[in-house]
């Protein structure tokens, strides 16, 4: 089937075969004038941006979203304790295997444990319902204490420089970064800086067109900070709010793409002053512990400022949150809680945890 026949639902007419007059067979008949065609404004509004406050809560979209975690955390412990009259060490035993297997990491079950027994012995603690809430006042803790506020530049744009491997979501982050700031009425610029990915700076297009942003896009194997350097005199001239640039899905491992991610923060801090003002690692939730080696690499190197989580939706090990937090003592900025474009929600340690528990 042909394009225009799947399109019309029927074969057009041949370009050159003009309709016949049915009451004279074989006269052509004449089109009637086509009217002038409007003036086109040269600069059509860009596709309308879904706010994400039409859509339910924040609450309800991460309780949504992490009900894997919860099903495997926070009711796993309901069912340890239901029924038992005192906390013991076969219950704390249970307690420690369920922590650990929700990726939570050795150092937070380990004080979690720790403070359950110290609160025991001194008769603080002795049901299920004050055992939940001294577990979930930590976690609480753990996370604020990595939290910073976000780099503002006293003049626009901000710069936002996206890092991680190949597979983990990168593109389509930065995609659902351009929608959230274009909901809140902003202007944005995409950087497609991953030259060295075939299809890469394709797909960052496919974003751009869906959420009505720019690309600034030179060919597959341009230098990158070539690249960088337009985009960020563009955005400069245009006064755009932020620019978001693409990176190589480079891997921990190879030192060359590691010296490109250096050579490209030093070209965006000729351009403009303290940029890149934010160096966002895109880390697969589903990777659990495993994305932690992959982030220590990028941290020594790349200057990580903070932490993107994706496909929180598709693992029931989502405590890695916690683990990811303290091991970096990187604040989380925002984590992936579905496929659709609003699905990238701004991280809130204590709604995240309220999810869990409430």
Not at 25 to 51: L, S, Y
Not at 178 to 184: E, M, T, V
């Amino acid at each position: 089937m042909s394009f225009l026949t799947s399109l019309f639902g029927k074969n057009p007419p041949e370009p050159d075969q003009a309709p016949e007059d049915p009451q004279n067979p074989g006269t052509p008949v004449e089109d009637p004038a086509e009217p002038e065609p409007p003036i086109e404004d040269p600069q059509p509004a860009a596709p309308p941006v879904e706010e994400p406050a039409k859509r339910s809560s924040l609450l309800d979209r991460l309780k949504q979203g992490i009900q894997k975690t919860r099903a495997g955390l926070v009711e796993h412990i309901e069912d340890l304790v239901q029924g038992k009259k005192q906390i013991d060490a076969d219950l704390l035993e249970e307690l420690e295997y369920t922590l650990i297997s929700a990726d939570i990491g050795i150092r937070t079950t380990t004080e979690i444990l720790e403070r359950i027994r110290q609160r025991v012995d001194r008769k603080l603690v002795s049901d299920s319902t004050e055992l939940k809430s001294l577990i979930k006042q930590h976690l609480l803790e753990v996370l604020q204490a990595t939290e910073r506020p976000a780099v503002k530049p006293a003049a626009p744009p901000t710069v936002e420089m996206i890092v991680g491997v190949n597979g983990v979501g990168k593109t389509t982050t930065i995609g659902k970064l351009a929608q959230l700031y274009r909901a809140d009425k902003k202007s944005v610029l995409l950087c497609a800086a991953d030259t060295f990915r075939a299809a890469a700076i394709e797909q960052l297009e496919v974003w751009g067109e869906r959420t009505g942003v720019e690309v600034i896009r030179q060919k597959q194997g341009a230098d990158p900070s070539a690249v960088l350097f337009d985009a960020l005199q563009a955005a400069k001239a245009r006064s755009v709010d932020y620019v978001i640039i693409d990176t190589a899905g480079r891997l921990h491992n190879k030192a060359n793409l590691m010296g490109e991610l250096d050579k490209m923060r030093r070209t965006a801090t000729r351009v403009i002053e303290d940029a890149p003002h934010e160096v966002l690692l895109v880390l697969d939730a589903t990777t659990g512990q495993n994305g932690l080696e992959q982030a220590r690499k990028f941290t020594e190197t790349s200057g990580v400022t903070g932490i993107i989580l994706t496909k929180l939706d598709g693992t029931a090990k989502g405590g890695v949150v916690i683990a990811i937090a303290r091991e970096l003592n990187l604040p989380i900025r925002y984590v992936g809680v579905g496929e659709q474009a609003a699905d990238l929600l701004p991280f809130d340690p204590e709604k995240f945890i309220d999810s869990l528990f409430d």
